[in-house]
Every structure is written in structure tokens, then in C-alpha cells.
């Protein structure tokens, strides 16, 4: 299994160092930057990293990370945050199996003192919280020591508490074969707003938070590539078909009994 590692705009090197030592600790190897805001390669960073070294000489620095978790099938996010049109974060004993089963996995870390944005979360089919007590924020390079071994050194996933699981609890299941790359399900999304601004489903100031929540539906059903392409099929008919209503000068058809938009208090938090 490749497990990627991803700190997104990093600010302080040592942390870095020692994020990097972390992975190294946990035999993960793949360290991806996106955007740092700090030499990564300075003398504090090398200090932390100690052994590790080697993987801050091969990380790879990207501008977004859209681009660095491109051609990952299963990007998790860490967030204590819940935002109210994204979904809740999982339990890592409940992400373990789904890491598992991917074939390139992308573990997603935010700046140091903010975390993940919403924008950054939308990008993750999972979001995952790491179980703390009252005082939730880790250090950087402690959250990547305990999700890295969680993944890759555990026997067996735990559960803080009682031995038995809840219906809550549980692990989740994705269909037991490939799914579909977060580049194509990117495209998807995209397809999907121009098909819902195109059609009037939503407007200008509703679609991000419309999004979300079919961000939500799709990233569960953990949709294949050959899926995603029947889906996009079905959009650009949809497409196709409205620009030639257009072309004729003529209205569309109203749609009865047309489903309305599910009504979800937007979060607070800055996209």
C-alpha cells in the first residue's frame, strides 16, 4: 500500500523535521508540501528529522492540493471540526479498513495553527478525528506519529472504550474494488455545478453549499471510475439537451414535483 503524507502549507520547519521522522518511525515514506511557508530543508528541519532526513531531500512540493492528491483513490482529511454540510469525522478505527483497501491513500494534515479549511476538507472523501481528551490540538508531528501507526503498525483497529462497537462505531465499507481517482471525482464536482447553475437547480450564492452536500452523497456511494463516467454521461446529456431547448428558442418543460434543496445551516467557519 502507498501512504502518502500530506502537510499543507506548513509553517514552521521543525515541525516538518519531525513530521518527517514520524513517518519514518511508521515505515511511511511518501511526504508531499503543499505550499510550505518555511524552509523545509533548514538546519531545524534536519535536527527533527534526524534519520529521516532522506525523505525531506525527496519530498514533493506542490502549489495546491487538488494537484497533490490528484491521482490518489482515497484522500482522508484530520479535522476536530464539524462543519455542518460536510460530513462528521470519523473514528481512525473506522477509516483503517479503507485505507486498507486503497491502492494510493493520502493522509491530509493542515497548518499548524488553523488545520484544514473547508475548501481543503471538500477535496477529502474522508475526514478523520484523532480521539483526544478535553484539550484537542495535537502537535503536527504527534498527529502524524498516531495516524501513521493507526494505518500501518497497528494488529488491529481500537477503539478508545468499551471493546464492543456501536452501530456508530463500526468501520465503514466501500465496495470491495478500485474507486475512482479524487482527479476524476474533481471533475465530476465541476461537471456537476456548471449542469446545476446551467439548469437553475442552484444559483450563484447557494451552489459552494449545494456542492458540499452532493459531495457528501457521492464521496459515500465511493463511486468507480466506469461510474463517474456514466455519470458525467448522463450530465452532458443533460447539457446537450438544454442547449438545443435553447437553440430552438423554445422554454424547457417545468418539472413536476421537482425536489428542493435540502435546507442545512451554513457553518461559520471561512471557506
Known sequence: ????????????????????????????????????????????????????ASLLDSAKIYATLKEAVAECDLVVGTSARIRADLAPPQHPAQVRPLVLAAQSAALVFGPEESGLNNADLELCRVTMLVPTAAYASLNLAQAVLLTCYEFLQAERPRVAGPTTLTEEDTPL??????????????????HLREVMMLTGYTDAVRARHTLRLWR??????ALSS?????????????????????????????VQDAPTEPQTETPQSSS
Open 1 to 52: 500500500m502507498n501512504l502518502a503524507v500530506v502537510l499543507v502549507s506548513p509553517k514552521t520547519s521543525g515541525n516538518v523535521g519531525a513530521a518527517a521522522r514520524a513517518m519514518l518511525n511508521m515505515g511511511a515514506s511518501d511526504l508531499r508540501i503543499v505550499a510550505p511557508r518555511c524552509d523545509y530543508k533548514d538546519s531545524a528541519s534536519r535536527a527533527m528529522a534526524v534519520h529521516a
Open 226 to 254: 466506469a461510474e463517474v463516467r456514466l455519470a458525467r454521461g448522463l450530465l452532458r446529456q443533460v447539457q446537450w439537451k438544454v442547449g438545443r431547448v435553447q437553440a430552438e428558442g423554445a422554454e424547457p418543460e417545468e
Open 173 to 190: 465499507a466501500f465496495p470491495s474494488r478500485k474507486t475512482a481517482l479524487s482527479s476524476e471525482m474533481e471533475g465530476l464536482y465541476s
Open 216 to 221: 457528501v452523497a457521492l464521496d459515500r456511494g
